[in-house]
Nanobody
Framework: VQLQASGGGLVQAGGSLTLSCAAS????????VAWFRQTPGKERIFVAA????????DYAESVKGRFTISRDNGKNTMYLQMNNLRPEDTAIYYC???????????????????WGQGTQVTVSS
Protein backbone atom coordinates (compact mmCIF):
# COMPACT_ATOMS: atom_id res chain seq x y z
CA VAL A 1 0.00 0.00 0.00
CA GLN A 2 1.31 3.43 -0.94
CA LEU A 3 -0.01 6.84 0.03
CA GLN A 4 1.27 9.73 -2.06
CA ALA A 5 0.75 13.12 -0.45
CA SER A 6 0.98 16.34 -2.45
CA GLY A 7 -0.18 19.94 -2.51
CA GLY A 8 2.01 21.50 0.12
CA GLY A 9 3.80 24.78 -0.41
CA LEU A 10 4.42 28.30 0.80
CA VAL A 11 1.42 30.54 1.45
CA GLN A 12 0.80 33.81 3.25
CA ALA A 13 -1.22 33.94 6.43
CA GLY A 14 -4.92 33.99 5.61
CA GLY A 15 -4.38 32.02 2.44
CA SER A 16 -5.54 28.55 1.44
CA LEU A 17 -4.06 25.25 0.33
CA THR A 18 -5.52 21.88 -0.55
CA LEU A 19 -3.54 18.75 0.21
CA SER A 20 -4.17 15.51 -1.63
CA CYS A 21 -3.28 11.94 -0.76
CA ALA A 22 -3.68 9.26 -3.41
CA ALA A 23 -3.78 5.65 -2.29
CA SER A 24 -2.63 2.67 -4.33
CA UNK A 25 -2.52 -1.01 -3.55
CA UNK A 26 -5.62 -0.83 -1.40
CA UNK A 27 -9.14 0.52 -1.75
CA UNK A 28 -9.59 2.87 1.18
CA UNK A 29 -13.30 3.61 0.83
CA UNK A 30 -14.14 1.61 3.95
CA UNK A 31 -11.14 2.80 5.96
CA UNK A 32 -10.73 5.79 8.18
CA VAL A 33 -8.51 8.36 6.53
CA ALA A 34 -6.71 11.05 8.47
CA TRP A 35 -4.18 13.87 8.42
CA PHE A 36 -1.51 14.50 11.03
CA ARG A 37 1.18 17.16 11.17
CA GLN A 38 4.61 17.48 12.69
CA THR A 39 7.04 20.31 13.39
CA PRO A 40 10.76 19.84 14.11
CA GLY A 41 11.45 18.41 17.52
CA LYS A 42 7.82 17.74 18.28
CA GLU A 43 5.53 14.76 18.09
CA ARG A 44 3.25 14.14 15.17
CA ILE A 45 -0.21 15.36 16.11
CA PHE A 46 -3.70 14.71 14.87
CA VAL A 47 -5.37 17.19 12.52
CA ALA A 48 -8.48 15.59 11.05
CA ALA A 49 -10.08 12.23 10.31
CA UNK A 50 -12.89 11.02 8.13
CA UNK A 51 -14.61 7.77 8.84
CA UNK A 52 -16.34 5.68 6.24
CA UNK A 53 -19.44 7.17 4.65
CA UNK A 54 -22.17 8.32 6.98
CA UNK A 55 -20.14 9.34 9.98
CA UNK A 56 -19.18 12.87 10.86
CA UNK A 57 -15.49 13.79 10.67
CA ASP A 58 -13.26 14.64 13.61
CA TYR A 59 -11.03 17.70 13.81
CA ALA A 60 -8.42 19.00 16.20
CA GLU A 61 -9.69 22.05 18.04
CA SER A 62 -6.98 24.20 16.49
CA VAL A 63 -8.27 23.65 12.95
CA LYS A 64 -12.05 23.44 13.46
CA GLY A 65 -13.88 25.82 11.16
CA ARG A 66 -10.80 26.32 8.97
CA PHE A 67 -9.90 22.87 7.65
CA THR A 68 -12.11 20.36 5.86
CA ILE A 69 -11.25 16.73 5.26
CA SER A 70 -12.89 14.90 2.37
CA ARG A 71 -12.45 11.89 0.15
CA ASP A 72 -13.18 10.80 -3.39
CA ASN A 73 -13.72 7.06 -3.32
CA GLY A 74 -13.77 6.88 -7.10
CA LYS A 75 -10.24 8.28 -7.17
CA ASN A 76 -9.14 6.48 -3.99
CA THR A 77 -7.92 9.87 -2.79
CA MET A 78 -8.35 11.96 0.33
CA TYR A 79 -8.04 15.73 0.70
CA LEU A 80 -7.46 18.39 3.29
CA GLN A 81 -8.78 21.82 2.39
CA MET A 82 -7.04 24.40 4.57
CA ASN A 83 -8.41 27.93 4.75
CA ASN A 84 -7.42 30.97 6.76
CA LEU A 85 -3.98 29.51 7.34
CA ARG A 86 -1.89 30.74 10.23
CA PRO A 87 1.88 30.66 10.79
CA GLU A 88 1.34 28.05 13.51
CA ASP A 89 -0.07 25.71 10.84
CA THR A 90 3.44 25.41 9.41
CA ALA A 91 4.41 21.74 9.53
CA ILE A 92 4.93 18.60 7.52
CA TYR A 93 1.52 17.10 6.88
CA TYR A 94 1.08 13.33 6.72
CA CYS A 95 -1.86 11.34 5.47
CA UNK A 96 -2.77 8.07 7.13
CA UNK A 97 -5.19 5.21 6.66
CA UNK A 98 -6.57 2.80 9.22
CA UNK A 99 -8.97 -0.09 8.56
CA UNK A 100 -10.51 -0.22 12.01
CA UNK A 101 -10.10 3.17 13.65
CA UNK A 102 -12.81 4.07 16.12
CA UNK A 103 -13.65 7.54 17.33
CA UNK A 104 -11.99 7.09 20.70
CA UNK A 105 -8.64 6.29 19.07
CA UNK A 106 -8.82 8.60 16.08
CA UNK A 107 -6.03 10.88 17.33
CA UNK A 108 -3.60 8.05 18.05
CA UNK A 109 -0.87 7.39 15.50
CA UNK A 110 -0.86 3.70 16.38
CA UNK A 111 -4.43 3.34 15.13
CA UNK A 112 -3.27 3.83 11.54
CA UNK A 113 -1.57 1.15 9.46
CA UNK A 114 -0.46 3.11 6.44
CA TRP A 115 1.28 6.48 6.13
CA GLY A 116 2.20 8.85 3.35
CA GLN A 117 5.61 10.46 3.01
CA GLY A 118 4.55 13.93 4.12
CA THR A 119 4.22 17.26 2.39
CA GLN A 120 5.60 20.56 3.71
CA VAL A 121 3.23 23.44 4.41
CA THR A 122 4.79 26.78 5.27
CA VAL A 123 2.67 29.77 6.25
CA SER A 124 4.40 33.14 6.32
CA SER A 125 3.23 36.00 8.52
Amino acid sequence: VQLQASGGGLVQAGGSLTLSCAASGRTVSRDTVAWFRQTPGKERIFVAALFRTGYRPDYAESVKGRFTISRDNGKNTMYLQMNNLRPEDTAIYYCAVGPSVIRSTVASQTAYHYWGQGTQVTVSS
